[in-house]
């Protein structure tokens, strides 16, 4: 160790190799500019003391005197240069070790004991010396060893210890991740920097509720970015359930990412997925489709059953469950579907729940079962059709909705602006007014705006509507005609809930045919896609034939518009944007679906109602299902989220009106608050399940209070409506059961996936050893300044006082006066 390393680690840096130069300055503003003023002023100092000493003081011996003038002078010009503050600049280079991170997997998936073949589990056990972990951490008997075990104990080997290799060549920071919020440190050292690396397992845990490998990236590159970072080393199941996608995030990270695997590449699982509508008919016949999955299990016979309860009946602390079907398939491929037949005879809200039998040799048992809720109703769609005069669409829209099960004849009702005003009185189809009172306005659940001219349109009605999306969710669907165009809603309120802005003085084009183009968002929505397969979509489609005509508009909403078709050729006034054909855009509660013409109907042209039906059935679904029917949309309750985890906080949100759908106040409520009562899966120590609550005003129309939920299970809230004195009710789950247990194998192909676009390397725990000899990074010369005080303050006040004194005595004792 020579003094330059020597005078690096004093100033806290390490691997310094040279000093390139050292500069000293005044860090004082007029010193810095002018040093020279620092020896002036100092040459100065000093002859002034001389002269006072031989000038003024002339007793004693001149050699005294002098002596006397320089402890002066050195008095002086300590404290010139206290106001000068000199410095030390130090330029130097080091060579510091790349920084590398360890990133854990703390999630509860990996504590799951996985059942491995013996020769993979003794293969397995000796690469990491789990025999040694076990000797300090003796698992209970017959308890297999879990998969965060397994790695702890290569961590903790005591021989080619991992960590130590790496530590060795890098500044190794470990870090672990178990939640959607990103990293925690380990920190396996003591106050003085020392570390035990083989501890390292003592301060990782594997509870963690999601895998969200792609927050934990984004955490790291935010949080703890490094500028000489050289890889990222993860040690993982990678059954990646929550947050960010992983693979974007990995490569912000900019360096290598190296993957450890952990956990069975397959094992034996049997899993189910339940498909139900999420809204059925009282007395309709319904599908409900089971589709049984399997690993390892070729040809496997497996019993099936499903049964429908409703949340809050318990039959002994148990829900009171009727079967609705058992049947037994046998798999023959990966997978198999099964089809039970049901028909509602009750309203209101059921979960269907789906569930096999355990086989031999299954570890993950929690993806046995599946659950759906379904809400059973007896009551209709309402929709309301405003167009100026009957149009094809008009009639053919009429047509498939008074037969569809959830219209019906009921449910449809229209305004048309041309029609005799004794045909809108008396027939019961037709509406009298355009602007009903609000009680029956406010009851619908979709509306349809066809052709019409801004004069037929009044204030009342646009505000209305307006009111209707944004805060009673409501749908609306707005078809531009070839009479009037888009362009009349310009003016109106109505213009700003559009996913276009439309032109006032646009016309309609029909100088040539074209093919309506989807884009490729448009089969993420579901009255986009045609048919069952893809054929089927694609002929659907294709079945439009060529459109001769559509109305443009100026350019899309900016705010959360998707473009799901758009016209071949034409463009908006960018001339980059291609002008929209089908656009969708959410509205406050409610969503506003945007068509540039009213010939959806040429969908019937070869195949019938098959494709027109569907996309007019899952559309108006889509718009009408998203909130309360018809009149319950005046007292509505809700939660922040469907599903809660054991002692979170729900929020608990009502939004109340009157007859008139006016927001109610609290001044017209008894106490000011509304009553409410939550129904508990569990008992109290009183043996009663239920607790009553009231929830306050946040404004007028809205309540809203939070409620602590403690056990598992399904849990109902009831609130009483002040205005009809009914119960409102809302249920929602508390759940038990991990997500993190619902795959048994690791994700290989993320695994790999992440490695391959990172530029890294994929390893098991048996030869992650060859990550050292794989992997290098060189040492980066860095160039640091140091900048060191040369003047103490406090040291310069002790030795001038120190100097005062000597002075003293020395004038007293050769008598000076």
Known sequence: MNWTTTIGRMLGYNDVSRIDSA????????????????????????????WFYLRWQIRGHQPTRLFLASLRAVVLCALLLILADPTLELVFVSTPKPVLWLLLDGSDSMSIPDELPAEERDALAKAVDLTGY????????????????????????????????????????????????????LNSGDTKGTRDLRKVGTDWQTTGAVTALGDAFEDLARKHASDNLAAVLVISDFDQNAGTAPLAAAKKLGVPVFTVGVGPLTAIDLSVDLLAPPTMKKAESSTINVTVRQRELDNASVHVRLYAHQPGEMTRDEPARTLVGEKTVTISGTSAQVEFPYTPEITGRFIFTAEVDPVAGEVVTQNNKAEREVKIIDDFLRLMFVEYEPTWEWRFVKEV????????????????????????????????SLTPPRSQFFENDVIFLGDMPATALSTRFCEMTKEFVSQFGGGLVVMAGPRFGPGQLAETPLADMLPVVVDPDGKRRDGKEFKLALTPIATQYDFMRLGQTEQDHLKGWNNMGKLSWFQPVRRLEIKGTQVLAEHPTEMCVDGKTPQPLIAVRKYGRGEVVYVAFNEMWRLRRLYGEEYYRQFWGQLIHRLGLSHALGSHKRFVVRTDKPQYRADDQVLITVEAYDKEFQPLDEKDIPDRRLVAELIRPDRDSEGSRSHAFSIPQLKPGVFETRVPVFNGGEYRLRVTDPVANESAEVNFDVANVSV??????????????????????????????????????????????????????????????????????????????
């Open 134 to 185: 076990q000797k300090t951490h003796a698992p209970r008997e017959g308890e297999r060893p879990a998969r965060a075990d397994y790695a702890r104990a290569l961590l903790a080997r005591s021989s080619k210890n991992l960590l130590e290799r790496l530590d060795a060549n890098y500044r190794l920071r470990m870090f672990t991740f178990g939640e959607a919020e990103g990293v925690r440190s």
């Open 740 to 817: 993190e247990r619902r795959n048994p194998v690791r994700n290989v192909s993320l695994q790999k996936n992440i490695a391959a676009e990172t530029s890294g390397k994929s390893y098991d725990l048996t030869d992650v050893d060859r990550f050292t000899d794989d992997f290098s990074a060189p040492r980066l010369r860095e160039t640091s300044v140091e900048i060191l005080p040369l003047w103490s303050t406090w040291l310069t006040f002790g030795a001038v006082i120190c100097v005062l004194m000597i002075e003293w005595f020395v004038r007293k004792l050769v008598n000076l006066a």
């Open 23 to 50: 500069h000293v300055s005044f860090g004082s503003a007029w010193a810095h500019a002018q040093p020279a003023l620092v020896v002036l002023g100092c040459v100065g100092l000093s002859a002034l003391s001389v």
């Open 401 to 432: 909705f008074h037969r569809d099960k959830l219209v019906g004849m009921r449910g449809f009702r229209t305004f048309i602006r041309s029609a005799d005003p004794v045909v809108r009185e008396t027939n019961e189809l037709f509406l009298p």
